[in-house]
T-cell receptor
């Protein structure tokens, strides 16, 4: 069964450093999403992406964040200058439907900012 | 704005007992409703969804949920709990014209006692 994959599974970084989280969505999907879950809190929407453009972003997704589909398979989330409060589990999801009725989630990347 | 409230952050049942996980939503337009499950160290897996049509929806692993518009609820049930059902369960809502952005509840951790 096709699945969304994410790398790395865990990343530790120093405050102020740049991190890139990588996702490989399901191959025929066209709609992509990033969510995050701070420990003990809700899963929160960050951004949706379609046709090489951001479709929607949340208030969390400020200028420190960017997304890119650098090639036909990868979908990346970059945090330019990490803060302590960026420590969270980051989930990538993909969907073949514009309504995102069925979003398939990856296993997540646990980011720890020290 | 849409929101989701899950009543009870922890629910414990005995093996073979009824599972009932509560979810109430707020939405100004007819919502799409979802239940996701997260097993330890894994991503979010879709259990079931309601978009339109029949209000009682069946999902994987014997779970089902009923959309009750008058009560703004979408409670998840399973007649007989198995040990393997122990996991975190998330209720989520989206709107058709929001491109699939999911708004999640806080999550309910289900424990199953032998």
């Amino acid at each position: 069964e096709p699945e969304v994959t994410q790398t790395p599974s865990h990343q530790v970084t120093q405050m102020g450093q740049e991190v890139i989280l990588r996702c490989v969505p399901i191959s025929n999907h066209l709609y992509f999403y990033w969510y995050r879950q701070i420990l003990g809190q809700k899963v929160e929407f960050l951004v949706s992406f379609y046709n090489n453009e951001i479709s929607e972003k949340s208030e969390i997704f400020d200028d420190q964040f960017s997304v890119e589909r650098p090639d036909g398979s990868n979908f990346t989330l970059k945090i330019r200058s990490t803060k302590l409060e960026d420590s969270a589990m980051y989930f990538c999801a993909s969907s073949e439907s514009k309504t995102g009725e069925t979003q398939y989630f990856g296993p997540g990347t646990r980011l720890l900012v020290l | 704005a849409q929101s989701v409230t899950q009543l009870g952050s922890h629910v414990s049942v005995s093996e073979g007992a009824l599972v009932l996980l509560r979810c109430n939503y707020s939405s100004s337009v007819p919502p799409y409703l979802f239940w996701y499950v997260q097993y330890p160290n894994q991503g979010l897996q879709l259990l079931l969804k309601y978009t339109t049509g029949a209000t009682l929806v069946k999902g994987i692993n014997g779970f089902e949920a009923e959309f009750k518009k008058s009560e703004t609820s979408f409670h998840l049930t399973k007649p007989s709990a198995h040990m393997s059902d122990a996991a975190e369960y998330f209720c989520a809502v989206s709107r058709y014209n929001q491109g699939g952005k999911l708004i999640f509840g806080q999550g309910t951790e289900l424990s199953v006692k032998p």
